[in-house]
Every structure is written in C-alpha cells, then in structure tokens.
C-alpha cells in the first residue's frame, strides 16, 4: 500500500498527472489536475486501488481530500471512478456541508450521481465527517480559481472576475457568472 509519493509532476492531463520519483512515472488520476504545476515536486497523497483486472493509484493534494475520497467510495454504489468526479468538482468543505445538511440537490450536480446516490451518500457518511467551515470561502475561491484556470483563463484576469461574483451561488452558478463577466 502506498501512502503518498514525493516526486516532480513531468505531465499534466485533463484527467491525471505524471509523477516522476527516481525516474519511475506513475501516471496518477487525480480530482484536478491542473492544482500542479509541470515541473514542480509535490507530495501527493496516494490511495491504491486493488481489483483483479486493475490496479490503479488516484492522487490527492491534501490528505482531507485524500479522506473524503476515502469515505465517499465506502458508500454502496460509489466507487474511485464515481467519486474522483465529486472531489473534481466541489470543494472538500462543501460536500461535506451538502452531506450535512442533507442537501441531496448540491450532490446530484455531480456526474452519474442521481437521486438514489445522493440518498445514499447522506445516509452513509452524515455525521461522520468534519470540515473546517471557516475555510468554505477561501476554497470556493480557489476551487474557482482552478476551474477558470483549466478554462485557459490567466490568473490576473481570473483575480478581477472573482471578487464580483456571488459567492453563496453553487461553483456551476459561479462559473457561469465568471463567464458572463468575461464576455463584457
């Protein structure tokens, strides 16, 4: 089992990074990728994914994320493929927000999550996860950030769009805002 590699991100896919440790790259999926820069040595938080057709690593930039993705492939019905999706998507504070809150609209925004996931989600996992909610805005903006990044936006155009937008939205409501004021 592996808990985590430190190693230098030499490719950046859409879908997963490639992590180089000692001359071994391991093409790791991961949430977003465009949260590393080519490059760059990271430790990246690894979870490894034994079946007895594929043996897969997923990768995380922090180990609350790394967590989360932990709890939610614990849910029946959900597995590494549906959950790195969530985690791409949504920020470590606000799923775990939605599933306390028992707010089965914010996670069936996911793909391939529908009602009966979400149900599930918030039956499996309410009341057994902690965030630190006073980071929620600071994530938003940063989980924004990289999506507006990933878009091919440049950072300081991305700055000035972000403090106009309405942050109590959900992040496809914010995107979309940004867009809007990109257009202008």
């Known amino acids: 089992m592996y808990s985590y590699i430190y190693g230098k991100v030499v490719e950046i896919n859409s879908t997963y990074i490639t992590l180089d440790n000692n001359g071994v790259g391991y093409k790791v999926p991961t949430p977003n990728p465009y949260v590393f820069h080519e490059g760059e040595f990271y430790t990246v938080y690894i979870y490894q994914h034994v079946r007895d057709d594929e043996l897969s690593l997923y990768g995380f930039k922090s180990k609350e994320e790394k967590d989360l993705f932990l709890k939610l492939i614990e849910v029946k019905g959900l597995g590494p493929k549906m959950a790195l999706p969530i985690l791409a998507t949504g920020s470590v504070n606000g799923i775990i927000d939605a599933i306390e809150r028992e707010n089965i609209l ?14 599930q989600i918030i039956l499996d996992l309410k009341g057994k996860l ?18 507006l990044k990933g878009l091919g936006y440049k950072q300081q155009d991305i700055n000035k769009v972000i403090s106009k937008i309405n942050h109590d939205n959900s992040i496809e409501e914010q995107v979309k805002e940004a867009l809007k004021l990109f257009l202008k």
Do not use: C, R
């Open 106 to 119: 914010y996670l069936k925004k996911f793909p391939k999550i529908g009602d009966k996931v979400a149900k």
């Open 130 to 147: 902690t965030s630190n909610v006073e980071n929620t805005t600071m994530d938003n903006n940063d989980e924004l950030s990289l999506v």
